[in-house]
C-alpha cells in the first residue's frame, strides 16, 4: 500500500465540462497567489502523470514558463555533442514505496524560479531531499494539491 491520494481534477480520469471550468479557476488562483515577478523564468513540475495542472499552471503564469514532469524511465545521461541528455537525478518517489523518480537536465535550463506541483503528499518530510536538490537550481515553490503544509503551499 503506498497511501498515494490521486486528486480527481489532475485529468487522470478524465473531466467534464465542468470540472474543466474549475481547473481554468484554479490555475488562475494560483498563479495570482504565487505572484510571479516581472522577467521571470519559471519552470513548473509535475510530478509523474500529474502533468494536466502543471501545464495549466504553466499557461497563466507567463509566456516565458516551461514545464517538465518526472518520469519512471531511467534514460541514460551523457554530456556528450549532439546528444540530448545531458543532466539526470532520480530520486524515490516519498508517497509511493519504492517507485524511482527520474527528471532531466534541469541544471541546463535557464530558469529563475521552480514551481514544483505535487500531487500525492502524505508524508511532507519524506520530499524534503528532492526538495533540496531542486532548491540547489532554483529558488522553489510549491504548490502541493494535498498537504496540509511546508512551508506556505498553495491549493
Do not use: C, H
Request: glycine letters at 10%; a negative charge.
Amino acid at each position: 500500500k503506498t497511501g498515494q491520494r490521486y486528486m480527481p481534477l489532475t485529468g487522470r480520469f478524465g473531466l467534464s465540462s465542468a470540472e474543466q471550468l474549475g481547473i481554468d479557476g484554479w490555475a488562475r488562483q494560483t498563479a495570482k497567489t504565487l505572484q510571479s515577478a516581472e522577467g521571470e523564468k519559471p519552470l513548473v513540475i509535475g510530478i509523474g502523470e500529474n502533468m494536466y495542472l502543471p501545464l495549466r499552471l504553466a499557461f497563466e503564469l507567463s509566456g516565458e514558463a516551461l514545464v517538465q514532469t518526472t518520469t519512471r524511465s531511467p534514460i541514460f545521461a551523457a554530456d556528450a555533442d549532439g546528444y540530448p541528455i545531458k543532466g539526470k537525478a532520480g530520486f524515490d518517489l516519498p508517497d509511493a514505496e519504492g517507485i524511482q523518480q527520474f527528471i532531466y537536465n534541469l541544471e541546463f535550463l535557464d530558469i529563475t524560479k521552480i514551481y514544483l506541483v505535487a500531487e500525492s503528499v502524505v508524508d511532507v518530510s519524506a520530499w524534503q531531499p528532492f526538495l533540496a536538490y531542486l532548491e540547489g537550481i532554483a529558488p522553489v515553490e510549491w504548490v502541493s494539491l494535498t498537504a496540509a503544509k511546508r512551508r506556505e503551499p498553495v491549493r
